[in-house]
């Protein structure tokens, strides 16, 4: 393995320390050439490789620095069958049609995850016991509740809960919660495990995969594309653009950066706990991402540590320890029984935030896809992508709804976004205390 990627693994991260040993994948170094050249080496280019695997269509992924590196090595971990929206929402706005199709695509996409980890045999903690969203307010309980009743009577589905405020707060052991919608569908995983026991399963099979090997241009050239890096290059008929929050204008004219806004999710670990502050922590034992707008979402780990997420420096331009305070203290006012425990790890991705709240999925010419802006829902969301994405280069039709590209225009304003993301996280911020 070369040296960029011995330096620059996000080295606090929890997953990057408790990851298994595996074998490093090569730096591309000749010139070759493949049907689909797929960038970023994340769960959408992974997933987007899978499929195309499975269709027997030849790709390469290529990844500037390690496999997992993005948000996808760093996240909580959780895969949840819901967007950033309510269903009941969702009816309402895109009406009942529409609204049950994201239902299915949501079950889907935790479903196919399950798949490829049996199908691959990977050994990443997967587990799906299910997920708790516990509302900060009576509206936002009152948004669960209605999310519940939409989908026992319009779509059928009996298998969410709704937790009330004593029920919740034995759960969870925090007293600061409304009551809670508990899916049982949804399943966490250790992120780094997945990404590169699927990579190295890929790479068994044939698909080759490339670290350390970032894409600095892509032009056409002779009817194909053909893309550089520092020590050989690519040719191929299609190109997979799977960079998520990390995409830059690799392509000539292509605006889907500014499509955007990079917001950074940052976590810590505490110490492990001991047995008191234990049992008093989580006792339910499942993973929890809440309903503020700017969420708050922790799990216990196997050594016995809270997992604790949330907004620290949202620029992600901070890397002190004084950038993740805001984070101990929404963890305090969670736990007050934690309150002043010792940090261990602290580390920090960037997640994509889109207009709309939805990941979009499109095409910038006849050969070049993408799929991109799952903001924190994407460990799911991805792995039904890769799959329309594998199944579009195969030719076939598919309608991801909201989540196609027409009406997915710039951001205006794009420049100013760091400014602009620190005014919407104080508002955000004092919307959700003053509502509490
Ligand atoms: C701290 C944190 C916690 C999160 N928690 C959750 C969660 O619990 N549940 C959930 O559903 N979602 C969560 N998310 C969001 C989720 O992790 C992302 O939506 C998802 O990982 C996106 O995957 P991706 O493959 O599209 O992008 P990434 O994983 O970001 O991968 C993009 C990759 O592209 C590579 N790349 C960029 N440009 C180039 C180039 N020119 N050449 C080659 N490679 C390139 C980058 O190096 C990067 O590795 C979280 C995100 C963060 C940051």
Not at 74 to 86: D, S, Y
Not at 398 to 415: I, L, N, Q, R, Y
Request: some cysteine; overall charge neutral.
């Amino acid at each position: 393995m070369n040296k960029l990627s011995q330096i620059d693994k996000d080295p606090r991260s929890f997953w990057r320390k408790t990851a298994k040993r595996r074998d490093p994948f090569p730096t591309l170094g000749q010139d070759v050439e493949t049907t689909v050249l797929i960038v970023g080496g994340g769960f959408t280019g992974l997933s987007t490789a899978r499929d195309l695997l499975k269709r027997d269509v030849d790709c390469i992924v290529m990844e500037a620095r390690d496999i997992g590196w993005g948000a996808s090595g760093r996240t909580g971990g959780f895969a949840v069958p819901r967007f950033k929206m309510n269903y009941s929402d969702l009816a309402r706005d895109f009406g009942e049609k529409t609204a049950l199709d994201l239902f299915g695509k949501a079950i889907e996409a935790v479903d196919s995850i399950a798949e490829t980890v049996a199908e691959f045999d990977i050994d990443c903690g997967f587990q799906r016991d299910g997920h708790l969203t516990p509302a900060h307010t009576i509206k936002a309980l009152r948004g669960l509740k209605e999310d519940q009743a939409w989908l026992r009577d319009v779509a059928g589905d009996t298998a969410v809960r709704v937790l009330d405020a004593e029920e919740t707060a034995d759960a969870l052991g925090s007293p600061v919660y409304r009551g809670a919608y508990l899916d049982p569908r949804a399943a966490c995983l250790h992120p780094k495990d997945y990404t590169h026991g699927l990579a190295a399963a890929l790479a068994s099979r044939g698909v080759r995969i490339f670290v350390d090997s970032p894409v600095k241009t892509l032009v056409r050239d002779d009817g194909r594309w053909l893309a550089q890096t520092p020590e050989g290059a690519v040719r191929a008929r299609h190109v997979v653009l799977a960079s998520n929050a990390y995409t830059t204008p690799l392509v000539e004219g292509s605006t889907l950066h500014r499509r955007i806004i990079p917001v950074s999710s940052s976590v810590i670990t505490t110490r492990p706990l001991n047995d008191t502050e234990r049992k008093m922590t989580l006792p339910i034992g499942l993973p929890v991402t809440d309903a503020r707008r700017l969420v708050r979402y922790f799990r216990m780990l196997p050594t016995g540590q809270l997992l604790f997420g949330g907004r620290g420096d949202i620029t992600g331009r901070r890397k002190d320890e004084a950038a993740y305070r805001p984070l101990e203290q929404q963890l305090a006012e969670t736990f007050p029984h934690l309150a002043g425990i010792e940090i261990h790890e602290r580390w920090s991705g960037k997640v994509a935030v889109t207009l709309d709240s939805f990941p979009h999925i499109g095409r910038l010419d006849e050969d070049v896809h993408y799929a991109l802006g799952y903001g924190g829902r994407g460990v799911a969301l991805s792995s039904i992508m890769g799959r329309r994405l594998a199944e579009r280069i195969a030719g076939d039709r598919t309608d991801m709804g909201p989540m196609e590209d027409a009406g997915f225009g710039s951001v205006p304003f794009h420049a100013l976004r760091r400014t602009g993301m620190q005014m919407m996280a104080r508002y955000y911020q004092l919307r959700d205390s003053f509502e509490q």
